[in-house]
Protein backbone atom coordinates (compact mmCIF):
# COMPACT_ATOMS: atom_id res chain seq x y z
CA UNK A 1 0.00 0.00 0.00
CA UNK A 2 0.86 3.71 0.18
CA UNK A 3 0.53 6.21 2.98
CA UNK A 4 0.15 9.91 2.32
CA UNK A 5 1.02 12.31 5.04
CA UNK A 6 -0.15 15.78 4.83
CA UNK A 7 0.79 18.83 6.92
CA UNK A 8 0.77 22.83 6.72
CA UNK A 9 -3.10 23.34 6.89
CA UNK A 10 -4.55 25.43 9.62
CA UNK A 11 -5.45 29.47 9.76
CA UNK A 12 -4.75 31.76 7.16
CA UNK A 13 -5.11 35.24 7.04
CA UNK A 14 -6.93 37.00 3.77
CA UNK A 15 -4.23 38.06 1.46
CA UNK A 16 -1.62 35.44 3.52
CA UNK A 17 0.08 32.41 2.77
CA UNK A 18 0.17 28.70 3.43
CA UNK A 19 2.14 25.88 2.07
CA UNK A 20 0.52 22.34 2.28
CA UNK A 21 2.96 19.52 2.06
CA UNK A 22 2.32 15.62 0.94
CA UNK A 23 4.77 12.40 1.41
CA UNK A 24 4.28 9.64 0.06
CA UNK A 25 5.21 6.23 1.26
CA UNK A 26 5.24 2.68 0.71
CA UNK A 27 4.86 0.84 -2.63
CA UNK A 28 6.13 3.11 -4.34
CA UNK A 29 7.17 2.24 -7.99
CA UNK A 30 6.43 4.88 -10.34
CA UNK A 31 3.90 7.99 -9.36
CA UNK A 32 2.43 9.20 -12.42
CA UNK A 33 1.01 12.18 -10.50
CA UNK A 34 0.62 14.10 -7.66
CA UNK A 35 -2.08 16.50 -7.02
CA UNK A 36 -4.51 18.93 -4.26
CA UNK A 37 -8.07 18.44 -4.11
CA UNK A 38 -10.49 20.47 -2.06
CA UNK A 39 -14.06 20.20 -0.75
CA UNK A 40 -15.41 23.30 0.79
CA UNK A 41 -18.67 23.30 3.15
CA UNK A 42 -21.63 22.41 1.09
CA UNK A 43 -19.51 21.75 -2.49
CA UNK A 44 -18.32 18.71 -3.90
CA UNK A 45 -14.40 18.00 -3.57
CA UNK A 46 -12.61 19.62 -6.78
CA UNK A 47 -9.20 19.58 -8.25
CA UNK A 48 -7.30 22.20 -6.76
CA UNK A 49 -3.76 21.52 -8.89
CA UNK A 50 -2.05 18.88 -10.26
CA UNK A 51 1.12 17.82 -11.78
CA UNK A 52 2.29 15.05 -13.69
CA UNK A 53 5.39 13.01 -14.07
CA UNK A 54 7.02 15.17 -17.00
CA UNK A 55 6.08 18.75 -14.57
CA UNK A 56 2.92 19.13 -16.75
CA UNK A 57 0.66 20.96 -14.45
CA UNK A 58 -2.87 21.78 -14.06
CA UNK A 59 -5.01 24.35 -12.02
CA UNK A 60 -8.56 25.17 -11.29
CA UNK A 61 -9.27 28.57 -12.30
CA UNK A 62 -10.07 30.21 -9.07
CA UNK A 63 -6.97 29.59 -8.19
CA UNK A 64 -4.51 30.16 -11.34
CA UNK A 65 -2.31 33.21 -10.24
CA UNK A 66 -2.35 32.48 -6.53
CA UNK A 67 -1.60 28.77 -6.05
CA UNK A 68 1.90 27.21 -7.39
CA UNK A 69 2.02 23.28 -7.24
CA UNK A 70 5.35 21.72 -6.98
CA UNK A 71 6.98 18.21 -6.34
CA UNK A 72 10.32 16.80 -5.12
CA UNK A 73 10.61 13.62 -6.56
CA UNK A 74 13.50 12.25 -4.60
CA UNK A 75 11.65 12.69 -1.38
CA UNK A 76 7.86 11.37 -2.91
CA UNK A 77 6.41 14.51 -1.96
CA UNK A 78 4.61 17.23 -3.21
CA UNK A 79 3.82 20.92 -2.15
CA UNK A 80 1.18 23.48 -2.32
CA UNK A 81 2.01 27.14 -1.69
CA UNK A 82 -1.25 29.19 -1.28
CA UNK A 83 -0.53 32.94 -1.24
CA UNK A 84 -2.90 35.96 -1.58
CA UNK A 85 -5.54 33.68 0.50
CA UNK A 86 -9.24 34.24 0.32
CA UNK A 87 -12.08 33.25 2.38
CA UNK A 88 -13.37 31.46 -0.17
CA UNK A 89 -10.60 28.95 -0.38
CA UNK A 90 -11.38 27.71 3.16
CA UNK A 91 -11.82 23.96 2.81
CA UNK A 92 -10.20 20.55 3.27
CA UNK A 93 -7.60 19.91 1.16
CA UNK A 94 -6.36 16.34 0.38
CA UNK A 95 -3.79 14.86 -1.53
CA UNK A 96 -3.86 12.56 -4.38
CA UNK A 97 -0.98 10.13 -5.34
CA UNK A 98 -1.64 8.49 -8.79
CA UNK A 99 0.85 5.15 -8.76
CA UNK A 100 1.38 3.40 -12.39
CA UNK A 101 2.10 -0.11 -11.32
CA UNK A 102 1.86 -3.29 -14.25
CA UNK A 103 0.40 -0.37 -16.41
CA UNK A 104 -2.51 0.22 -14.12
CA UNK A 105 -2.73 3.49 -12.38
CA UNK A 106 -4.28 3.50 -8.53
CA UNK A 107 -5.30 6.21 -6.94
CA UNK A 108 -4.60 7.06 -3.19
CA UNK A 109 -5.51 9.65 -1.19
CA UNK A 110 -4.96 11.62 2.04
CA UNK A 111 -6.57 11.43 5.03
CA UNK A 112 -7.18 15.53 4.17
CA UNK A 113 -6.15 19.21 6.32
CA UNK A 114 -8.11 21.92 6.95
CA UNK A 115 -7.32 25.24 5.63
CA UNK A 116 -9.29 28.17 7.51
CA UNK A 117 -8.67 31.34 5.64
CA UNK A 118 -10.78 34.23 8.18
CA UNK A 119 -9.73 37.77 9.66
Known amino acids: QVQLVESGGGLGQPGGSLRLSCAAS????????MGWYRRAPGKQRELVARVTSTDSTNYVDPVKGRFTISRDNAKNTVYLQMNSLKPEDTAVYYCKVEVRRAGVIYDYWGRGTQVTVSS
Open 26 to 33: GRIFSIYA
